[in-house]
C-alpha cells in the first residue's frame, strides 16, 4: 500500500503517555501469578519473552531479552472490548501494553497473542480476573473511524474519502517519514540486487529496475500515479532523460517531491502534481508506472483502473503495476481492523491473478510477473531500524501514539511478508496495436 526486513524495531519502555522508564521484574521469578496466570499460557518454556504485570506479576524468565508490560488494568479491558487485534492495537497505541525489547521478536514468539484473543480466551480472563475488566476504554484519538462511520465522507473509494484516507496517512509529517524511510524517501518495496546490499542501494536498484521494464529512453513521456515523494520521477528524469509527471492525493507528498525535483535540478522535465490520478488530461504517455497505488484501489475498481492507464498509453505503451498482493485470490480483499483503523483506512489488497486478470481484460497483454515478497520483508526491518535509531526524534515529530503504531505496523507487516501471509508482485502489461504488436524484446532484457 503504498506501502508496506536484517534489521530489529527496539521499541523502549513507557508508561502510559510518559517518559521512558523499565520496571524491575522480581529476581528470580520465573512463576505467573496474578494477572499473569492467564497471559502465561502464550509462553513456552523456552520462550526468550517474559510478561509483566502493573499487580507485579511475572510469566516466563525474567532474564529473557523482550518483555511484554501489561502497565495498567486498561490494557485488559482494550484486550477484552475489542476482537482480535484491534484490542491488542490500542492497548499498545496507548501506551497501556507495553514492550521492552525488540518489537518484532516478540510478534514472533507470541504469534498466538498478536493475532488478539479468541472468544474462550476472553471468558477465561474474565472468570479468573473479574468483571470489571469488561469496562469499555475510549480509542486513542489515532484510529480512524469504523467503516460504518466513513460511510459519511462519501462511499469506500469515492474521490473525497480516498483523498481524506490518503492524507490521514501521509500527511503526518514529512521529516518523520525521512528518519523513517532514510533519503530515498520510497515508501515501497525496495528490490536488494545482494544479500550485502543496503537500503538505499535496494530502493536505488528498485526504480532502476522499473524503468528497465518499462524500456524508458531518452525522450520519452512517463505517467506515475500515485508517486508519493517523487522517488520513481526523479529517478526516470535523472537517469533515463525522460519527461515525467506524477500525481499524489497528499499535499505533503507532493510539496516536499518539488522542493527535491528543485534541488535535483530536474523541475524542467520532471513534475509532480497534488491531485487525483483521475484528473490527468494527457494522454499518448510511453509508460506508466504504479507503484503501490492499487492497495488503495479497491479490488472492485481495479477493471476501470487499468482502462483508465490504458487510456492514458499510446499502442506499444508499457504499464509496471507493483503492489502488495494475497498469497490466492480467495482470500478477503479488506484488510484487518488494526491496518484499516490505524494504517491504510479503506485499503484493500487482491491476489496476483486477481491483478493480472484485470489488466488482462481491460486491455493490457501480461508479458511478465515477479514477487518480491522476501525483499519487502527486508525492506520492513529495515525502516524498523531507522525509526528505532531515530526513535526520540520520530516521536517529537509525529507524537508517541503515532510513532507506536508505525512501529507496530511494520514490524508485524515483516513478519506477515517472511510468513507468506502477504506478497508483493510486479506485473508488467503492454498495450498492443490492434494487429497485436506488442513492441517488446523476444525476451526479456531487463536483467533477471
Known sequence: MSESAPGTTTVRPAAPDAGHRRRAAPAGARTATGVCTVLARYLTASAPVAITAYDGSLAGDPTAPSRVEVRSPSALSYLLSAPGELGLARAYVAGHLGVTGDLYDVLRTMTDMAGGLRPAERLAIVRELGPRHLRWVPPPPEEAPGRLRRAALGLRHSRARDSDAISRHYDVSNRFYELVLGPSMAYTCACYPTDSAGLEQAQFHKFDLVCRKLGLRPGMRLLDVGCGWGGMVAHAAEHYG????????????????????????????????????????????????????????????????FRFLCSRLREGGRLLNHCITRPTTRERHRTGPFIDRYVFPDGELAGVGTVASAMQDNGFEVRHSENLREHYARTLAAWCANLDAHWSEAVGEAGVRRARVWALYMAASRLAFERRGIELHQVLGVRTSASGHAAMPLRPDWGV
Open 242 to 305: 525522460v519527461h515525467a509527471v506524477g500525481v499524489t492525493l497528499s499535499r505533503e507528498q507532493a510539496r516536499w517531491a518539488r522542493e527535491d525535483l528543485l534541488r535535483r535540478g530536474l523541475a524542467d522535465r520532471a513534475e509532480v502534481r497534488h491531485g487525483d490520478y483521475r484528473d490527468v488530461p494527457e494522454s499518448g504517455f510511453d509508460a506508466v508506472s504504479s507503484i503501490g497505488l492499487t492497495e488503495h484501489v479497491g479490488a472492485g475498481n481495479l477493471p476501470g483502473y
